[in-house]
Protein backbone atom coordinates (compact mmCIF):
# COMPACT_ATOMS: atom_id res chain seq x y z
CA UNK A 1 0.00 0.00 0.00
CA UNK A 2 1.37 3.74 -0.67
CA UNK A 3 0.06 6.93 0.37
CA UNK A 4 -1.74 7.64 -2.17
CA UNK A 5 -4.01 4.61 -1.39
CA UNK A 6 -4.75 5.33 1.86
CA UNK A 7 -7.52 7.35 2.20
CA UNK A 8 -7.81 11.26 1.85
CA UNK A 9 -8.11 11.64 5.84
CA UNK A 10 -5.48 9.67 6.59
CA UNK A 11 -3.09 10.87 3.89
CA UNK A 12 0.16 12.76 5.01
CA UNK A 13 0.48 16.52 3.89
CA UNK A 14 3.66 18.15 2.64
CA UNK A 15 5.37 20.27 4.71
CA UNK A 16 5.36 24.10 3.93
CA UNK A 17 8.45 25.43 2.65
CA UNK A 18 8.77 27.57 5.97
CA UNK A 19 8.53 24.93 8.10
CA UNK A 20 11.06 22.51 6.09
CA UNK A 21 13.61 25.36 6.56
CA UNK A 22 12.77 25.33 10.18
CA UNK A 23 13.09 21.80 11.16
CA UNK A 24 16.63 22.37 9.08
CA UNK A 25 18.01 25.31 10.80
CA UNK A 26 17.09 23.60 14.37
CA UNK A 27 19.10 20.22 13.41
CA UNK A 28 21.89 22.88 12.02
CA UNK A 29 21.79 25.21 15.06
CA UNK A 30 24.35 24.76 18.31
CA UNK A 31 22.43 23.95 21.35
CA UNK A 32 23.30 24.18 25.26
CA UNK A 33 22.72 21.17 27.41
CA UNK A 34 22.27 21.79 31.09
CA UNK A 35 21.80 18.73 33.27
CA UNK A 36 20.31 19.43 36.59
CA UNK A 37 20.51 15.62 38.59
CA UNK A 38 18.73 17.66 41.62
CA UNK A 39 15.69 18.51 39.51
CA UNK A 40 16.24 15.60 37.31
CA UNK A 41 16.10 17.45 33.63
CA UNK A 42 18.46 17.62 31.03
CA UNK A 43 17.73 21.16 29.49
CA UNK A 44 18.23 21.58 26.04
CA UNK A 45 18.33 25.48 24.91
CA UNK A 46 17.92 26.33 21.51
CA UNK A 47 19.47 29.29 20.24
CA UNK A 48 17.24 32.47 17.84
CA UNK A 49 16.30 31.27 14.71
CA UNK A 50 16.85 33.40 11.13
CA UNK A 51 13.75 34.67 11.55
CA UNK A 52 11.13 35.67 14.06
CA UNK A 53 8.23 33.92 12.54
CA UNK A 54 10.93 30.94 12.92
CA UNK A 55 11.37 31.96 16.27
CA UNK A 56 7.67 31.99 17.20
CA UNK A 57 7.50 28.10 15.55
CA UNK A 58 10.23 27.34 18.39
CA UNK A 59 8.27 28.67 20.98
CA UNK A 60 5.58 26.41 19.80
CA UNK A 61 7.40 23.28 19.21
CA UNK A 62 9.32 23.58 22.36
CA UNK A 63 5.87 23.73 24.72
CA UNK A 64 4.68 20.70 22.50
CA UNK A 65 8.06 18.94 23.56
CA UNK A 66 7.57 19.66 27.04
CA UNK A 67 4.29 18.42 27.72
CA UNK A 68 5.52 15.15 26.43
CA UNK A 69 7.83 14.72 29.41
CA UNK A 70 10.30 12.42 27.53
CA UNK A 71 13.02 11.06 29.62
CA UNK A 72 16.72 10.78 27.95
CA UNK A 73 16.96 7.61 27.13
CA UNK A 74 19.14 5.35 29.53
CA UNK A 75 18.92 8.22 32.11
CA UNK A 76 15.79 9.18 34.58
CA UNK A 77 16.42 12.83 33.04
CA UNK A 78 13.66 14.39 31.67
CA UNK A 79 14.05 16.72 28.96
CA UNK A 80 13.09 20.61 29.34
CA UNK A 81 13.21 22.32 26.04
CA UNK A 82 13.75 25.86 25.85
CA UNK A 83 14.32 28.84 23.26
CA UNK A 84 16.81 31.16 24.24
CA UNK A 85 17.04 35.09 23.16
Known amino acids: MTIKDLPEADQF ?15 QSAVDLRP ?4 KTLTVRLHKQ ?16 NEAETLYPGT ?6 QPVG
Not at 13 to 27: I, N, P, R
Not at 36 to 39: E, I, K
Not at 76 to 81: C, I, K, Q
Open 13 to 27: SQLASDKKHLMKGLF
Open 36 to 39: DQNA
Open 50 to 65: TTAAHDAMLKHVCAEL
Open 76 to 81: DLRLVF
